[in-house]
């Protein structure tokens, strides 16, 4: 039962242009969502986040956009770069438990920027 | 150096012999976790941590064993390895909101 979806496994945009990258979760409880980039052979890196009490929140090209009724969250990254591609995973949290029991993640979506 | 550091980086072991991953961090981060990737699945949560001498379940614990003395350590123990435990395991540290990852080991069971 994957409570956070992603439903792209890959996703190949022109360099310069607009980058979407989709996500869906179930659990009415999650309350506090996060992007992470990820490049081969290292670790997650912490790209944005985004607070249930909020609907976007925007950090240089990075935008996240929350739909809470429709219990989903975009990653908007303007304009895509070569160094954007990387996989992508969206993750959530119920924060209000402290955040002490970790985050559930995405199976990620692989950005692939053309030149 | 500040941050999370996970060692070994690589590890190849036989299936039946036990195996510690080593994670450390020097934020004094309250919450510690531990995470696998396999193809397909993303990253799933095996154990985590509120504080020192507190861990509890994740996902997908079965065949690991944690401890946590000392708020700065976090090893993860495989206590008789098997092929399906054959992944990418990444420590994670956080103060309560966003976690920071270590750089992953990758640990082969053969």
């Known amino acids: 039962d994957q409570q956070v979806k992603q439903n792209s496994p890959s996703l190949s945009v022109q360099e310069g242009r607009i980058s979407i990258l989709n996500c869906d979760y179930t659990?009415?409880?999650?309350?506090?969502f996060l992007w992470y980039k990820k490049y081969p052979a290292e670790g997650p890196t912490f790209l944005i986040s985004?607070?249930?009490?909020?609907d976007k929140n925007e950090d240089g090209r990075f935008t996240v956009f929350l739909n809470k009724s429709a219990k989903h969250l975009s990653l908007h990254i303007v304009p895509s770069q070569p160094g954007d591609s990387a996989v992508y995973f969206c993750?959530?949290?119920?924060?209000?438990?402290?955040?002490?029991?970790?985050?559930?993640f995405g199976k990620g979506t692989h950005l692939i920027i053309q030149p | 150096d500040a941050g999370i550091t996970q060692s070994p980086r690589y590890k190849i072991t036989e299936t039946g012999r036990q195996v510690t991953l080593m994670c450390h961090q020097t934020?004094?981060?309250?919450?510690m976790f531990w995470y696998r990737q396999d193809l397909g699945h993303g990253l799933r949560l095996i154990y985590y941590?509120?504080?020192?001498?507190?861990?509890d379940k994740g996902e997908v614990p079965d065949g690991y064993v944690v401890s946590r003395s000392k708020t700065e350590n976090f090893p993860l123990t495989l206590e008789s390895a098997t092929r399906s435990q054959t992944s990418v395991y990444f420590c994670?540290?956080?103060?309560?909101?966003?976690?920071?990852f270590g750089q992953g080991t990758r640990l082969t069971v053969v």
């Open positions: 994670a540290s956080s103060p309560g909101t966003e976690a920071f």
């Open positions: 659990n009415s409880m999650f309350d506090y």
């Open positions: 985004i607070s249930s009490i909020k």
């Open positions: 993750a959530a949290s119920d924060y209000s438990g402290g955040g002490a029991d970790g985050l559930t």
């Open positions: 934020w004094s981060h309250s919450y």
């Open positions: 941590s509120a504080a020192a001498d507190i861990t």
